[in-house]
């Protein structure tokens, strides 16, 4: 079960002659957890974007399961079993929080172009069984526009997971969330992505996060890898924390 | 005391947020408001400067009441506040952000100028006719700090500054938030990142589900780790 | 040669006085996000204002001074509808606003003749400007170099009022976030109330300056609206320089327009705004809009199919409705037809509106397109009747696989405006295409077969296929398919990354919106026994909107009950009143503030209070937020302030 999912291979990207992305290439198996991090600015999200194809690449390959996916729509790629989360969570806040699942599900399923039939009664058991997964079972019925922060997140996930998904793309999971909550998504994530075989690559600005839950760093700078390793390797390094990790602060862990 | 908030009780429509919550703030103090995502300590910050349409209880800033004032006029007695989501106006430049936030100068809190607040965040003074838009995440905290400061507060509310920022640019944060203090601003940021705020802050508070459940230093709240397992657990 | 130039001039000088107007809708639009649907209003307000001070202070400075102190006197009539009514309304659903300043402008054109009387007034003359000038040995008067000069003048103020002074950044700023102005220490209130102020003063001085070319008359706040909208949309809202340009842009086709394809004349500036659209979807200078903006119709209280008692409910209702000719006389039942017609098209923009988050601004497009293919397959192919009701809403079906295919690509006010370009076009060939349509007289003798012709047969076939197309919309709204079109509506970002083909999506919607608008249209025209290039004009756009809004755009069933409240109003109103406008427009400003958020909205909220209250059991209003999932389906959704607002 390590056969690549996603393979990078001199991924870029200019705006008006700036570099956001350059030359970056790497590779991530299944039920690894891999941590994109750097500076702001650093190309983290225009790196993020153009693997789900929200934005186009200028040049270099991204291959998912061995597919290559130049020229290919987001819902395209979602269809190659890639599942994505938000940094500023994007959900559906007219619905119900089943319902905001039970959508994801039609649209696997293709059946979202029928006109007739009531369609919140389709996919219940399923959408229960995600939410449950994500521990969300007691709030299908409530609005989603009520939710609060912490419970989108896990929504998302639970959203991400319906394609069953051999890839997933979080975005600062776990931003704007408790210390307590941060650690609990993100150990749910990963008892998922190690049980369902998933590759998972995550950005993320809690270094907490990062050092505990990353299999594996990379960190990108100016639009270039400068360093990628285990969090141990990558932690010590000194270009990382020039430019990057500071004194080591504010953030905890073995270190403080 | 130089901000007082008395029995504060918040509502968004029907839905109760803020539970008879207490804070009060020293001159030239920091205090640090703590507390998970929705704990309440954006609203609790919204509501000492009018943001929320039904708040009760009494808010006393420097002396005088200002619980049913409206926002702007709260802002101008020298009470600033910087928002979670930073609200860089994109289409303006640096100069021009700045210029927004200017009040006339104050008895009793430091004055400033664009060229005082060049100098605190170095970064702004190189980009003085770049559009917000155009500045990355840490440069637009640095800035819409700025803009606040322009108003030339006595006191600052700042909502999760460190929020989304790399850890490099956080120490940055640190020092810049000393500095201000050492002019003899009062601060009052709401944190998750616990080891930032035990860095720059005198006193603490904890707030959960909308209620107050610890105030004291930071050393209290250091020896207390039942308290702080019990709301900030990692 | 010669010629062209001069008509070049006329052009340019014309550019003058729409850029003014122009100007003040966008720099009001940028910051109070209100489309100022009375701002034709003012601008004729200005022109009726001038011609009574220059009437009656002479000479040059009585001149002068009339036309400046005319701009003043609408500015502050302007600040004051902002302080009595706008004020009241800034926090209500987007669009909502628009209903309000439309029925300002309902207002104004019957107060406007009552005060001036209804017939055409000619101003009197520029002092000092009255003459010509020999320009290529053809004469180019002297006021409309004036005018062309004022123009680039009136753009270099603006341009130093917004980024030299204070104020204008002031102004700047709380175009992109009010709320954050607010926060640094500014008066959000009074900002408000000069930008209005100063937007107003722009069209009231638009419409003095053009007492000594055109004639003052009680119509010509309609006619520039619809233009102002066209340069404001080319332009690119905000954009000051924009709507210079294409204000010239405008003029200039207008100008040239009529002399090179006279065919087309009317249909040519729509064209050019559409292909503008099609490739700039926010206007020549606009920016693109963030997507963070909460669409129309995105409510938080999440939407349930009828229970069965409801069903029951409505059921009994449409049966009582059936027995309604047992007592009602033929003239009774013509109008109930008539709403009942109505009814079914505003429920079919309802579903774009609301389900899809889609504002049309020109639906009355395929309410016609089916009105005219039922009048076409009647009276060019002799058609039976129920073989015209079920050809001819395939024309309005084919105007919505066209026109829809285009707009599906904008999103916001952007897709109003196209959707309104599209309309136009459509209305304009109605219009200018005499040898198929018979023009502005209309196709007649489109009447209804033999079993149908009584009112109470007619009546009756209105109300099933009425209740019949109402009954197929809602079920779409449950389906499948409604779920995908409001997921659009709700999060794009979120909708391309579960699969869902955004534009695909979007487009059907607005062809079943149409296929629903042209069943109603074809309807209609045996109704009336005629169609005419009214069936779809702006008017009859904006009626649907109103009957949407009123209803309450977040709901899913106000638009049949805004549909009946307002029709039944307008109908009743004009046979008693000479005032009809008057009191309609007043009437809706009152419906606006009392009920903003429509009829059927403040029902639900009604409702929703009271059922949270015994929920509660008396005990104190302990956050409701955590009663909600105890009673999960009962409807009761407390709001979620703090997370849309975030959401901005």
């Not at chain 3, 302990?622 to 607002?645: R, V, Y």
Request: include cysteine; charged fraction near 15%; charge should be neutral.
């Amino acid at each position: 079960m390590s056969e690549p999912i996603l393979e990078v291979e001199n991924l870029s990207k200019s705006y008006g002659g700036v570099h956001a992305v350059r030359g970056v290439s790497f590779s991530l198996r299944a039920g690894e957890i891999l941590a994109l991090i750097g500076p702001n600015g650093a190309g983290k999200s225009t790196c993020f974007n153009m693997l789900n194809g929200q934005i186009s690449r200028d040049s270099g390959s991204v291959r998912i399961l061995g597919r290559d996916t130049a020229g290919m729509r987001p819902r395209e790629i979602w269809r190659l079993g890639v599942g994505r989360t938000f940094q500023i969570t994007a959900t559906y806040p007219s619905m119900t929080v089943r319902e905001n699942v039970q959508v994801a599900i039609l649209s696997h399923h293709r059946e979202l172009g029928r006109l007739f039939g009531f369609a919140g009664a389709r996919h219940r058991t399923e959408a229960d069984r995600l939410l449950g997964l994500v521990g969300m079972q007691e709030l299908a019925a409530r609005p989603c526009g009520e939710l609060a922060y912490g419970d989108l997140k896990r929504l998302e996930l639970a959203i991400a997971l319906v394609n069953e998904p051999r890839l997933l793309l979080m975005d600062e999971p776990t931003a704007g969330m408790a210390p307590k909550e941060r650690v609990d998504l993100m150990r749910l994530t990963a008892s998922i992505a190690r049980e369902q075989s998933i590759g998972v690559l995550f950005t993320e600005h809690d270094m907490d996060v990062v050092f505990e839950h990353a299999d594996r760093i990379m960190v990108l700078n100016r639009g270039q890898l400068i360093a990628s390793g285990t969090p141990g390797e990558v932690r010590n390094n000194p270009d990382v924390k020039a430019v990057y990790l500071g004194e080591g602060s504010v953030y905890g862990g073995e270190a403080a | 005391m130089k901000l007082e908030i008395h029995k504060l009780n918040s509502y968004y429509g029907p839905a109760h947020i803020l539970f008879d919550v207490d804070i009060s703030v020293g001159t030239g103090e920091v205090v640090a408001l703590l507390g998970r995502n929705g704990a309440g300590k954006s609203t609790t910050f919204r509501s000492i400067v009018g943001l929320v349409a039904r708040r009760e209880g009494r808010i006393v800033f420097d002396g005088e009441d200002i619980t049913n004032r409206p926002t702007h006029e709260i802002v101008r007695r020298g009470l600033g506040y910087v928002p979670e989501d930073r609200r860089i106006f994109t289409e303006l430049t640096v100069e021009e952000n700045l210029m927004v936030g200017a009040q006339p100068a104050r008895d009793g809190a430091p004055c400033w100028t664009p060229e005082k607040l060049y100098t605190l965040f170095p970064n702004l003074g190189e980009m003085r006719g770049r559009l917000g838009g155009r500045m990355s995440g840490g440069e637009q905290q640095m800035l819409t700090i700025a803009r606040t400061l322009m108003g030339n507060p006595s006191l600052v509310l700042l909502d999760e500054p460190s929020e989304g920022l790399a850890p490099k640019i956080v120490e940055e944060m640190a020092n810049a938030i000393l500095a201000m203090k050492n002019e003899g601003l009062s601060i009052v940021l709401s944190e998750q990142n616990l080891h930032f705020a035990r860095l720059i802050s005198d006193r603490a508070y904890i707030i959960e589900s909308g209620r107050i459940r610890f105030g004291g230093t930071i050393r209290e709240l250091e020896e207390s780790p039942e308290i702080r397992d019990a709301y900030l657990a990692v | 040669m010669e010629f062209f130039v001069v008509q070049f001039l006329t052009g340019l000088a014309s550019a003058a006085s729409l850029f003014l107007v122009a100007s003040g809708l966008s720099i009001i639009f940028g910051v109070t996000r209100i489309v100022n649907f009375a701002h034709g209003a003012f601008y004729m307000l200005g022109a009726y204002v001038a011609y009574t001070l220059t009437e009656r202070f002479e000479g040059f400075f009585g001149f002068w001074g009339g036309i400046l102190l005319a701009a003043l006197v609408v500015a502050a009539i302007g600040a004051l509808l902002e302080i009595v009514l706008l004020r009241r309304i800034y926090r209500a659903p987007e669009l909502f606003q628009l209903l309000a300043t439309f029925g300002v402008t309902l207002m104004v054109q019957d107060l406007v003749v009552m005060i001036w009387g209804p017939e055409d007034l000619v101003g009197p003359r520029a002092p000092g400007l009255r003459g010509a000038v020999d320009i290529l040995g053809l004469a180019v008067p002297t006021y409309d170099l004036f005018l062309i000069v004022l123009g680039p003048l009136v753009l270099g103020a603006l341009w130093i009022l917004f980024h030299r002074t204070r104020w204008g950044v002031l102004v700047r700023a709380a175009t992109q976030d009010r709320d954050m102005v607010a926060a640094l220490g500014v008066n959000q209130t009074w900002l408000f109330t000069s930008v209005f102020a100063l937007g107003i003063f722009l069209a009231g001085l638009g419409g003095a300056l053009q007492i000594p070319r055109n004639a003052v008359t009680h119509l010509m706040d309609l006619s520039i609206i619809v233009e102002v909208f066209v340069v404001v949309v080319i332009g690119g809202l905000g954009s000051v320089l924009g709507a210079f340009i294409a204000a010239v842009l405008v003029s200039e086709l207008n100008a040239f327009g009529i002399l090179v394809f006279p065919k087309i004349s009317i249909v040519l500036v729509f064209l050019v705004m559409a292909c503008v659209l099609i490739v700039r979807p926010w206007g020549l200078l606009g920016r693109p809009e963030g997507p963070a903006r909460q669409p129309a119709g995105l409510s938080i209280r999440p939407w349930h199919p009828m229970s069965p008692n409801q069903r029951l409910l409505m059921l009994a209702l449409v049966v009582v409705a059936g027995f309604v000719p047992l007592v009602a006389g033929n003239y009774v039942l013509t109008v109930l037809a008539e709403i009942a017609v109505f009814a079914l098209f505003a429920a079919s923009l309802h579903f774009l509106m609301t389900v899809g988050g889609l504002a049309s601004f020109g639906h009355a497009a395929y309410f016609g397109l089916g009105a005219y293919g039922a009048a076409f397959a009647t009276t060019m192919f002799g058609a039976p009747m129920v073989a015209s009701l079920l050809l001819g809403p395939l024309l309005g079906v084919a105007g919505a696989i066209l026109f829809g295919w285009f707009c599906v690509r904008l999103s916001g006010v952007y897709f109003a405006m196209l959707t309104l370009a599209f309309a136009q076009i459509a209305w304009s060939i109605a219009f200018q295409w005499v040898e198929v349509t018979g023009g502005d007289n209309g196709i007649l003798g489109v009447w209804p077969a033999s079993w149908a012709s009584s009112p109470a047969a007619f009546y009756w076939l209105a109300l099933a296929v009425s209740v019949a197309g109402i009954a197929a919309l809602r079920v779409l709204v449950f389906s499948p398919f409604g779920y995908a079109l409001r997921a659009t509506r709700d999060s794009a970002l979120r909708s391309e990354a579960i699969g869902i083909d955004r534009a695909r999506v979007q487009w059907a919607a607005f062809i079943i919106a149409g296929t629903f608008a042209g069943i109603a249209g074809a309807l209609f025209a045996f109704l009336k026994g005629s169609v005419f290039p009214d069936n779809l004009a702006i008017p009859m756009s904006v009626d649907g909107l109103v009957m949407v809004l009123l209803g309450g755009i977040e709901t899913v069933s106000g638009a049949v009950v805004g549909a009946v409240v307002y029709k039944a109003l307008a109908i009743w109103l004009v046979s008693q009143t000479d005032l009809s406008k008057l009191v309609l427009g007043a009437v809706i400003v009152l419906l606006v503030v009392a009920f903003p958020k429509g009829i059927v909205g403040f029902a639900e909220d009604l409702m929703a209070r009271r059922r949270a209250r015994t929920d509660d059991g008396g005990a104190a209003l302990a956050a409701p937020a955590k009663a909600a999932p105890a009673a999960p389906g009962s409807g009761a959704a407390p709001i979620a302030a703090p997370k849309m607002e975030a959401a901005r």
